[in-house]
């Protein structure tokens, strides 16, 4: 094999080849006769075709098989109708490389454009249409290996990809990327577990091209899987819709009782002293997007009826800046957790306008309430007694650097502070003219006037000069 599996960029129809497994391909009426007939016309006739192919093969096709193949169609008594007859992809690399030799039309390039539809051996689901060459570049690609990696599985026998989920909404999500992946649409089978579960079960070929990317086949945590290599060095827009994925499917948003939330994530594993490599990557994932979680820990564990060990590691994403790329770079697809987000995100902000002033004046301001109260923790207990909720220092520090925009309540009630306690001097004018961006609690209007500025500063009960 030329190249590693698991740096596999792009997939063509001759990769299928590397596999070893049975692949069957119908080609378009005119181009498959097209195909056919000019490979007899170059070596006589069917049964010589035959021996040649079977010289190159150590196979036992006959001239009848060729010929059944050049139609398309076999009557199966069995079913009692016409039904597709494709030919077996190795026949069709056999006979290109003898033709491509007198006509580039023939080429594995020129027939992918021909393709009607794969199917795996068997009485498979085929995939008509595929557009080719399939690209891991492609970030529905990466969204599909992170649904198979977390909530899927991808069986060892037959290579068949089954997703399992409870919430339609994420169900249709990899629906979705696998189509888009494939550029067609794909004939799904679905049922409901016991559990509540819809298990969605997709055609064999589509685990051939998993595979030629670098997936392991079997069980997930007994081969201590990971993601391939070639997702892991490619650009941050695929990362982003790998995590996406496993958002989707093994990341769960959590309002904390005090102040926040968090965003848990917790992967299987067969070690009680490490954790598995696909959690692990995940982890390094995150970091690489600007999220930065917290460490990967032992969630418990214990031994199945078995006696094989069965422990989950897990690590925590929390903080605003965390939430805040969280929800720009990846967000959630299931509605539910989309709203637990949003109201983690609203626990960090006040229901106020908010204001940005110019640096100077800014650090100023907050230098002069810190050392008037006697530190940053004794400012963030003064805010939490005024405003009855909880705030962080680094939140403090957030607005000191002018990272987040300062809500206008609190700007305005350390001025206030300063003024009764330190005889400062701060006015709505002066305050006004620091001014560098208003942004209203409702969205109503991006500017405000001076007039507008003090009399808004009024109505919020605050004295200021």
């Not at 992918?112 to 539809?117: A, I, S």
């Not at 692990?280 to 214990?302: C, N, S």
């Not at 690590?315 to 959630?332: L, T």
């Not at 409702?442 to 808004?456: M, P």
Request: aromatic share 12%; hydrophobic share 40%; net charge positive.
């Amino acid at each position: 094999m030329s190249k590693r599996l698991d740096q596999t960029f792009e997939i063509y129809l001759k990769d299928l080849l590397q596999l070893n497994r049975r692949v069957n391909v119908l080609l378009e009426h005119k181009y498959r006769v097209q195909f056919f007939d000019s490979a007899r016309k170059i070596i006589g006739d069917w049964d010589s075709l035959s021996r040649c192919v079977n010289g190159v093969l150590g196979s036992k096709i006959s001239g009848w098989n060729l010929s059944i193949w050049r139609k398309g169609k076999q009557y199966s008594r069995y079913k009692g109708m016409w039904v597709d007859a494709p030919a077996p992809l190795e026949v069709i690399a056999t006979l290109s490389e003898t033709l491509v030799k007198h006509d580039k039309k023939f080429s594995f390039g020129e027939i992918e454009k021909h393709v009607l539809f794969l199917q795996s051996h068997g009485n498979s689901t085929p995939i008509w249409h595929p557009r080719f060459p399939i690209s891991l570049r492609n970030p529905h690609t990466a969204a599909v290996i992170g649904h198979v990696l977390h909530d899927g599985h991808l069986e060892k026998r037959n290579l068949r990809v089954v997703y399992c989920n409870k919430e339609r909404e994420n169900i249709s999500h990899f629906k979705r990327s696998v189509e888009v992946m494939l550029g067609t649409k794909i004939k799904f089978g679905e049922v409901s577990d016991k559990d509540g579960n819809i298990v969605v079960y997709c055609p064999n070929i589509l685990g051939y091209f998993l595979v030629l990317f670098g997936l392991q086949p079997g069980n997930k945590v007994e081969n201590n899987v990971a993601p391939p290599l070639g997702l892991m060095k490619c650009q941050e827009s695929l990362l982003r819709s790998y995590l996406r994925a496993l958002a989707t499917d093994e990341a769960s948003p959590h309002l904390v009782s005090d102040f926040g939330g968090r965003i848990w994530v917790g992967l299987a594993s067969r070690s009680r002293t490490k954790p598995s490599k696909l959690i692990k990557a995940d982890w390094e994932m995150f970091r690489r997007i600007g999220i930065k979680a917290g460490p990967i820990r032992l969630a418990r564990v214990r031994l199945t009826k078995h006696g094989e060990v069965s422990a989950q590691w897990f690590f925590v994403i929390w903080g605003r800046k965390n939430f805040e790329i969280f929800k720009r770079k990846i967000g959630f697809v299931s509605k539910r957790k989309r709203d637990i987000l949003d109201k983690i995100l609203n626990r960090y902000r006040f229901s106020t306008d908010y204001v940005m002033f110019q640096e100077n004046f800014r650090k100023e301001l907050f230098q002069h309430a810190i050392d008037y109260v006697g530190g940053v923790d004794n400012y963030c207990l003064w805010l939490a007694s005024k405003f009855g909720r909880r705030i962080r220092p680094a939140t403090v520090y957030d607005w000191i650097s002018g990272r987040h925009s300062l809500p206008l309540e609190v700007a305005i009630a350390t001025m206030e502070l300063l003024n009764e306690k330190v005889g400062a001097k701060f006015s709505p004018a002066e305050v006004y003219t620091n001014l560098i961006i208003y942004r209203p609690y409702n969205n109503s209007k991006e500017a405000i006037s001076q007039g507008e500025f003090t009399g808004l500063v009024g109505r919020l009960g605050f004295k200021i000069l």
